[in-house]
T-cell receptor
Framework: QKEVEQNSGPLSVPEGAIASLNCTYS??????FFWYRQYSGKSPELIMF????GDKEDGRFTAQLNKASQYVSLLIRDSQPSDSATYLC???????????FGTGTRLTIIP | SAVISQKPSRDICQRGTSLTIQCQVD?????MFWYRQQPGQSLTLIAT?????????ESGFVIDKFPISRPNLTFSTLTVSNMSPEDSSIYLC???????FGSGTRLTVV
């Protein structure tokens, strides 16, 4: 079982709709969870991170964490064509001090 | 968040040669991380570089192939040694401060 799993996509969403990206992780000791956006040919850019159960909102982005289900998601409201990118989920263990990445989900926003 | 300057941004190298990648951070950081991203793949951690000690390598990566230097708290280098076409990848450095990445080095080995 992979440590961090994401649906590779591609995920196609109409412009203006909500895009929902999902991630599961295997290590129950995982403590912080990160979402990165990566445009083709560019390095990953941090969108947001979450470490408490529940929702965390930042502009059009909402991260949701359910530690009991070992599940973290990213919602993008009012999707724009500029949101078309690969979204990477990563988990962090204190003490380990490193991020473990999922394989990423390729998102395409259709105008 | 820390800002990382990484260079070179890209290079095309002959097999059997070596390339050294540099990362400069605008603030002092205890740990720096080196990742590899193969075409169409996610990020794989190569090693963690601490100032004043040997780098810690992940399974599948060895010091002879990927020697790392960390001379101070703002700078690190990764060398890709005795390159083969399988080393063609994007190499990225990262720091915990802000969880940011350098701009990456796109390496092509011919």
């Amino acid at each position: 079982q992979k440590e961090v799993e994401q649906n590779s996509g591609p995920l196609s969403v109409p412009e203006g709709a909500i895009a929902s990206l999902n991630c599961t992780y295997s290590d129950r000791g995982s403590q912080s969870f990160f979402w990165y956006r990566q445009y083709s040919g560019k390095s990953p850019e941090l969108i947001m991170f979450i470490y408490s159960n529940g929702d965390k909102e930042d502009g059009r982005f909402t991260a949701q964490l359910n530690k009991a289900s070992q599940y973290v998601s990213l919602l993008i409201r009012d999707s724009q064509p500029s949101d078309s990118a690969t979204y990477l989920c990563a988990v962090f263990l204190f003490g380990n001090e490193k991020l473990t990445f999922g394989t990423g989900t390729r998102l395409t926003i259709i105008p | 968040s820390a800002v990382i300057s990484q260079k070179p941004s890209r290079d095309i190298c002959q097999r059997g040669t070596s390339l050294t990648i540099q990362c400069q951070v605008d603030s002092q950081v205890t740990m720096m991380f080196w990742y590899r991203q193969q075409p169409g793949q996610s990020l794989t951690l190569i090693a963690t570089a601490n100032q004043g000690s040997e780098a810690t390598y992940e399974s599948g990566f060895v010091i002879d192939k990927f020697p790392i230097s960390r001379p101070n708290l703002t700078f690190s280098t990764l060398t890709v040694s005795n390159m083969s076409p399988e080393d063609s990848s994007i190499y990225l450095c990262s720091v915990v401060s802000g969880y940011t990445f350098g701009s990456g080095t796109r390496l092509t080995v011919v």
